[in-house]
């Protein structure tokens, strides 16, 4: 605790005074706020081990939902910051709810204060084994995060804050790898229904004899193997999220059920006449561009508009500059603690390799490409020959044409400016913003090497 910074946002200024008095002397710095809005600036601006988080912010409002929304954000954007909940009504459901969530721990106002210094105690002795590396991440999960400082991840993550506490569908466009999955997780953990279920369906991989039982569900004796009644993954999502993967790749007959149930907002499981009301927000993705969904043989235009309120675009890595190299760094210290290895880096020949490639596998094969350097190589740092692309992706340009062994760092750099120059169409900003040069610095390049 003597190392630690503890952040206490409560509207209580009373209780602020005091837990602040307490704390002082047991940890290194303590910080009070009143408006849980200043929460996130005041988390990017200290490196903060623990929140004292209070449930409810509105007085007339004892729900403790305000406290499960700041604390869907905290883990959202920091999930390594352990979390203690604060509310004045102890009940069972609702410490379930925020411990599910990803609180740490809960106590109820009044309270000892030895209690509460045994909590944080507690808290923080039980999260030292699990810290890890602090950077700025969004998603959830340690293996399953988005990571990046690119202007168009910054536009997509400014985008989800907006969005998320809506209740608007939302339909995720995106090349395969982009992480599109990652990005419904994100919208509901930010979302007003971030303490209810959030249930995954791949509707792209059931066939038509599977598509109502699995999402509807059935009732005993509705078919041959129906041996006791199955909830249907509409009425598991129910008050919570439903995320519909790979919703290009259904069948007209399969959209207008689909359909039917998003406009009557019930639900009838096969074997029986009685509808299910649901209450879900719905989340979509596909690969398909949302050109091709709008040709009517192919998808209803009906349905692209309840499924499409809000369209979020998902980059492809190629357009993301440099979170290659953070991404790379990122999954190198994840695959280290993973396989148990202390690699220390990347050599300037790797980070060459990984900027010159165009990564038609996006972030799914940069991380295969990482975990095998990780598995494969015998010395202290990752070196070009050690990164090896994905055999699978079509696209594929082989290591001998990304990094041509014969080849000057003059050359490539000349190659690299070309390349940025003809994918951005001779829009100069957007080519210097991705190679990490300002314009002045890409001119005298450019004016160099002829181009």
Known sequence: MKKATVLIVDDDQDLLTAVRILLKPKVKQVIVDK?????????????????????????????????????????????????????????????????KSGASDFIVKPWQNEHLLQTLTDVMEEGKAREGKKTRRVGVGREEELVGKSAV?????YKIDKVAPTEANILILGENGTGKDLIAKALHVRSLRSAQPYIKVDVGALTESLFESELFGYKKGAFTDARE????????????????????????HQQAKLLSVLQNRQVVPLGSHNPLPIDIRLLSATNVPLKSLADESRFRKDLIYRINTVEIQVPPLRER????????????????????????????????????YHFPGNVRELQYSMERAVIMTEADSIGAHDILFSPIE??????????????????????????????????????????????????????????
């Open 35 to 99: 408006n849980p809005e200043n929460l996130l600036r005041v988390l990017e601006t200290n490196e903060v081990d623990l929140v004292l988080l209070d449930m409810n912010f509105k007085s007339a409002i004892n729900t403790g939902n305000e406290g499960l929304f700041w604390l869907g954000k905290i883990k959202a954007h920091y999930p390594h910051i352990r979390v203690v909940m604060i509310t004045a009504y102890g009940a069972v459901d609702l410490a379930v709810r925020s411990l």
């Open 229 to 252: 009644d199955r909830q249907g993954r509409f009425e598991a999502a129910d008050k919570g999220t439903l995320f519909l993967d790979e919703i290009g790749n259904i069948s007209l």
């Open 394 to 451: 079509q696209e594929q340009i082989s290591s001998e044409e990304v990094y041509p062994s014969n080849q000057s760092l003059e050359e490539m750099e000349r190659k690299a400016i070309q390349s940025a120059i003809e994918r951005y169409g001779g829009n100069i900003s957007k080519a210097a913003k991705e190679l990490g040069l300002t314009r002045a610095a890409l001119y005298r390049r450019m004016d160099k090497y002829n181009i």
């Open 153 to 157: 991840m910054e536009d997509l993550q």
């Open 321 to 356: 500059g440099e979170d290659v190299i953070l991404l790379a760094n990122y999954f190198l210290d994840f695959y280290n603690h993973k396989y148990h290895k202390n690699i220390e880096g990347l050599e300037g020949d790797a980070l060459r390799k990984l900027k010159a």
